[in-house]
């Protein structure tokens, strides 16, 4: 499962970034290393944990992939607000696409049986779309999220269960896979950080533009990254681990 993170403010300029949100998600980047380095010790034999199973680990997996996509919503709320362009938009959602293509890629090299479809990169590739073109809707994303959030558990059918369709998230059973981030109902999620973020900036703007406490710093430094430090932080801590098996 791997959770993960992107910078959810493609195209902005480093001088308008806000810091208190790219420390946000830099503590979430951290989270989900070290939840990745634990999975990775599972994997390898060298802790005893289920993490498909154990509450301990799944509801982790929730709070993280969460606190990801509310940072992402923000990241919408914010480059609606500085009026961002669409070639702009595109250009970063590109880089996300590819990187969704290489997790799936790698994944499949990794785990034959249970490779990565559609996790998180693929599924922020198309909520980062619908948050965009959603953002006009303001106060009406918070009853149009929560109806996200929910329709799952009220509609469900076979036609959704296969790799080319359970994308949409209103499959039967959980598919076999590392990471499964489908549209239903985690785009729920983005749309709230998307309005709670609008509601930010129109009401209390100093909550995201306010003064970065200095130990926080590298968080936000490490935020302003996330994407790339999806992209090679299990390589590292697998072969890390890999060589320190070698070695002992």
């Not at 990794?110 to 948050?131: C, N, Q």
């Not at 598919?175 to 930010?200: C, I």
């Not at 590298?218 to 999806?230: E, I, K, T």
């Amino acid at each position: 499962m791997p959770p993960a993170a992107l910078s959810a403010i493609p195209g902005r300029r480093a001088a308008s970034r806000y810091d208190r949100l790219d420390a946000l998600r830099g503590l979430a980047l951290v989270w989900m290393a070290v939840f990745h380095f634990c999975f990775d010790l599972a994997t390898f034999r060298l802790i005893d944990a289920n993490f498909y199973a154990d509450p301990l680990w799944t509801t982790q997996r929730t709070a993280i992939l969460s606190l990801f996509l509310l940072c992402a919503g923000a990241g919408q709320a914010v480059a609606a607000a500085q009026q961002q362009s669409w070639p702009r938009f595109w250009r970063r959602w590109v880089q996300i696409a590819g990187c969704a293509l290489l997790v799936s890629a790698g994944s499949a090299l990794m785990f034959p049986k249970s490779w990565i479809s559609f996790g998180v990169l693929h599924g922020m590739a198309l909520m980062l779309i619908a948050a965009r073109l959603l953002a006009p809707l303001r106060g009406w994303l918070w009853p149009l999220g929560l109806a996200v959030v929910l329709l799952p558990q009220w509609v469900a059918h076979p036609v959704f269960d296969s790799r080319w369709t359970n994308w949409v998230g209103l499959a039967t059973h959980k598919p076999v896979t590392e990471d499964y981030v489908p549209l239903f109902p985690w785009l729920g999620v983005m749309l709230w950080g998307l309005a709670a973020t609008q509601a930010l900036l129109a009401r209390r703007p100093g909550w995201l533009t306010g003064a970065l406490a200095r130990p926080a710093t590298p968080l936000a430094v490490l935020g302003r990254w996330s994407l790339s430090f999806y992209m090679v932080h299990q390589p590292v801590l697998i072969g890390a681990l890999m060589l320190a098996l070698q070695l002992r």
